[in-house]
């Protein structure tokens, strides 16, 4: 099956269903951040959170957690505090109206297909690799993101998903899953990867084929989205006409 990926929606639901409607034989994966945008109000988040309880449900979505989503899930359902630009208590409250533990379960913290790993920020080597091998596998990523989850139940920074980097202001040479910037996201050797997080006008790929590695980001608004095709090569989808 082909693969779309949709980047960042920040509320955009509408536009969001616009593009699946186009795409019905495509697996949808969306890279997250579905909640916050500049000057939003608790309605809109209430409204983003029915949307996102019925997305979840449908078998041809795969929903990816955003550095946005993951602090109305911590404040709902552990004993931790996190806090995002733009999160506000008020918008929490309207989230926790809608989104209960069994929906935050449903949403990945990355999909692997058709040769791409898709996450919302990016998988680095500082956090993700294994230490003997220096290689980046499932069976590393299961564990570290295990790790993280159990260091959340202790109340401890689940930092191979939250740490911020040097270039967005955290204190950290590489960022964690949520939050690595796109221009602090190495090419790894053997390894394509997807991701959106930093802001753009349009989608963008980098490539170096002597270590055959391509990283590509489509957080663009909804203004392009990313095919990812059965034989792994990609196709940036330009015209999306919302009328």
């Known amino acids: 099956m082909k ?99 069994r929906d935050w379960n449903k949403i990945k913290y990355y999909h692997y297909g058709n040769g791409w790993y898709i996450s919302h920020a990016g998988f680095t080597l500082h956090w993700w690799a294994d230490p003997l091998s220096g290689l980046i596998t499932p069976e590393t990523i299961d564990k570290t993101i295990s790790k993280s989850l159990l260091d959340l139940d202790k109340g401890m920074e689940p930092l191979s998903l939250w740490a911020a980097d040097f270039f967005r202001g955290g204190r950290n040479h590489k960022g964690g899953l949520l939050w690595n910037d796109w221009l602090n996201l190495d090419l790894i050797p053997n390894f394509n990867q997807v991701v959106g997080h930093t802001p753009n006008n349009h989608i963008s790929v980098r490539k170096d084929e002597e270590i055959n590695a391509q990283k590509v980001l489509v957080d663009c608004w909804l203004k392009e989205v990313l095919e990812i095709n059965e034989d792994s090569s990609v196709t940036k989808i330009l015209d999306l006409d919302f009328g």
């Open 3 to 101: 693969i779309l990926v949709v980047g960042d929606i920040h509320n955009k639901v509408g536009r969001a269903e616009y593009i699946c409607s186009k795409f019905p034989d495509h697996l949808k994966v969306f890279v997250g951040d579905y909640f916050d945008d500049f000057g939003d109000t608790p309605a809109e988040a209430h409204q983003t959170a029915l949307w996102l309880k019925e997305s979840l449900k449908k078998d041809d979505r795969v929903h990816l957690m955003g550095n946005h989503d993951f602090p109305y899930y911590v404040n709902s359902c552990y004993n931790h505090r996190i806090f995002c630009s733009g999160f506000s208590t008020s918008k929490l409250l309207m989230v926790q109206e809608v989104l209960d533990k």
